[in-house]
């Protein structure tokens, strides 16, 4: 390496007060510097719910991805789910920057990942879903990342500017996820019985948390200019997972969309409209050890 | 106030600033750098993350404050851009010059985004050669070798080490080389 190269990483050696232990740490705020103000006319309070909701779907689904850490058939699937894991952490932790200025209490991104509790979380059942085998993983994917991109693309136009240029970001990531999804569900769908019969197996399973991703949203409701109407998504969803089935000699599962969770008054911006499961894991060391650095 | 020659100077400055991932190549030459203003007193420096989790922007940040500080900036924001979006299409002629040299292949261009985006499948009977079809890892992709030239390459991984990079292998020379990825 020439002299600059170890220059890159010369300012790491260097005595700080940030709390900088290791590459890409000790720095606190993925918005800095971005005006932070909400538009007029914007319902802060559903502005608020909406990014978390967004953001705690990325959240708890790259930290389901981290769970698969050491467990992939592969090193190239180990290396390419923590890349997608750690794409979805920085969408999530923009989101949740985004809500926090929103909600204009001072919480920032580690204050909601960590100090909210079960019942506060917004996300969707798919994002909670734990993959039991690695067809599960990829059949989820594929649901998850046509689903989200075809909202990121209608949220890039969200007439709030920050999460209409985090969505417009994420879009690109999501649509490398979408096609690494497909590709293995193509290729265990259209593979050996076996692996036909259990990339089956694992859609079944998922089929019922997907109607959720559609279902009419309250908050959304009152965000018309911001948020996107998750009805309309479905059709573009419908059409990729039909190519992509089709393509993996895989039927559409014929399985009835699991019950709602029973929602409490729609009203409250901030009322859980899913029975979320965070886990300890998630939460246990940033809970036992307030505000430590190491 | 910082003088227009102030601006010049610390702009040079913050181009030749290396990325932490890939050190041959500039903030400048990736595109991160968005822009070197005065505000008043103040020196503002914006970048942009390339992947939204990338960690190398927070390091990128502390090395722009750290080199402009060594030449008297001492009052410098550093602010994130994050519209428009970067796309491995922000990545320059001399940037890509240096990727290539380097033994990285740089991206092609990125795929298309406006309406919905098409899915680009290989199924069985496709292009994939000699290879099973179907296979994720196996997808042949119009990426010339950095090191020979040759046409005839396979990508073995569709990500590598950095969240920026896929992983392909040469057919005529039989080298393996990473691909700065197309998004």
């Known amino acids: 390496m020439t002299e600059d190269e170890f220059a890159a990483y010369q300012s790491l050696s260097e005595e700080t007060e940030d709390h900088r232990w290791a590459f890409g740490t000790g720095f606190t705020d993925p918005l800095e510097g971005i005006d932070a103000s909400v538009p007029d006319g914007v319902d802060a309070a559903a502005l608020t719910a909406y990014c978390l909701a967004l953001g705690d779907d990325a959240l708890i689904y790259s930290h389901r991805l981290q769970q698969w850490m050491t467990r992939l058939p592969e090193l190239e699937e180990e290396t390419a789910l923590a890349n997608i894991a750690l794409d979805l952490l920085g969408q999530a932790r923009m989101l949740l920057a985004r809500a926090g200025q929103a909600e204009g209490r001072g919480r920032g991104e580690d204050d909601l990942a960590f100090f909210r509790d079960e019942h506060e979380f917004r996300s969707v059942r798919l994002a909670e879903h734990t993959d039991a085998d690695f067809a599960q993983l990829a059949g989820r994917l594929l649901v998850f990342s046509a689903w989200r991109l075809a909202l990121f693309g209608r949220l890039a136009a969200s007439a709030d500017p920050v999460l209409a240029a985090i969505a417009a970001k994420g879009a690109n990531e999501l649509a490398y996820h979408r096609e690494y999804a497909a590709q293995w569900v193509i290729r265990l769908g259209d593979g050996t019985p076996l692996s036909h019969d259990r990339m089956a197996a694992a859609l079944g399973v998922i089929w019922p948390l997907t109607d959720e991703l559609f279902q009419s949203d309250p908050v959304a409701n009152r965000l018309p200019p911001v948020a996107a109407d998750p009805a309309e998504l479905r059709a573009e969803v419908d059409a990729v997972l039909d190519e992509v089935l089709a393509a993996a000699t895989l039927d559409r599962p014929d399985a009835a969309p699991l019950a709602r969770v029973a929602a409490g008054p729609a009203a409250t911006a901030c009322t859980p409209r899913r029975s979320a499961t965070c886990s300890a894991e998630l939460q246990s060391v940033a809970r036992a050890h307030p505000d430590a650095t190491w | 106030m910082v003088t227009a020659a102030g601006i010049a100077a610390a702009r040079a400055i913050a181009a030749a600033v290396p990325d932490p991932e890939l050190p041959m190549v500039t903030v400048a030459d990736l595109g991160i750098l968005r822009g070197v203003a005065a505000e ?11 992947y939204s989790g990338c960690p190398a922007l927070r390091e990128i940040a502390h090395d722009l404050r750290r080199r402009l500080a060594a030449s008297g900036f001492t009052e410098v924001d550093v602010r994130t851009g994050l519209a428009p979006a970067w796309s491995s299409d922000w990545i320059t002629a001399e940037g890509r ?49 950095p090191r020979c030239g040759s046409a005839d390459t396979t990508r073995t991984a569709a990500f590598g080490a950095t969240a920026c990079k896929a992983l392909f292998r040469c057919e005529s020379c039989r080298e393996p080389f990473e691909y700065v990825k197309a998004i």
């Open chain 2, 97 to 145: 010059r240096k990727l290539s040299a380097a033994g990285i292949a740089p991206p092609r261009a990125a795929p298309g985004r406006s309406g919905p985006v098409p899915l680009t499948l290989t199924t069985r009977g496709g292009s994939g050669g000699s290879s099973p079809p179907g296979l994720a890892g196996t997808r042949r992709e119009a990426v010339a070798c």
């Open chain 2, 40 to 50: 008043g007193e103040r020196l503002v420096v914006t970048i942009t993350p390339t």
